[in-house]
């Protein structure tokens, strides 16, 4: 198995749907039995995410990683198999891009109203619950503390 030691975008951009995530020479480096590869670019040098699917689409892209003299030529969709790749993916796609804003989706007012509301609502009951529970336990300063924020 490998592992992704150094991941980091040296270019980003969005279009339309698509993310692309460009990197450079040692921007990504893999540890593969012990050993650190680095990656160069001299073939596939992208990685193109479709936002709506959250699928990355050029599978066939061929990373080449170097040490020393010898180098590991991995199409992108064994990397995926065999590396943590997804994971270190998913935090870059959690960090740096409002999936809501690539994909276009415009919630309604209403809709975040309501859910405003649900929540408002959801959060009175917990505190009745827990005031409950502050009672049967014999517990005054949880009740105290709840109470006092009731209104």
Do not use: C, W
Request: charged content about 20%.
């Amino acid at each position: 198995m490998l592992s992704v030691q150094r991941i980091k975008p040296f270019y980003t951009s969005h279009e339309n749907f698509r993310l692309r995530l460009v990197f450079a020479y040692q921007y990504l480096s893999i540890i593969k039995g012990g050993e650190l590869f680095h990656f160069i670019p001299s073939e596939g040098r992208e990685i193109v995410v479709n936002m709506k699917s959250l699928q990355v689409e050029n599978l066939g892209e061929v990373f080449v990683f170097q040490r020393g003299t010898r180098f590991l030529r991995l199409p992108l969709y064994q990397l995926l198999l065999i590396s943590d790749l997804n994971k270190h993916l998913t935090i870059i796609l959690e960090g740096n891009v409002d999936v809501a804003a690539v994909r276009n989706i415009e919630i309604p007012e209403f809709v975040v109203l309501e859910a405003q509301l649900l929540i408002t609502q959801f959060e009175r009951d917990n505190t009745l619950r827990m005031i409950d529970v502050a009672l049967e336990t014999d517990n005054l300063n949880m009740f105290n503390e709840l109470t006092e924020g009731l209104s």
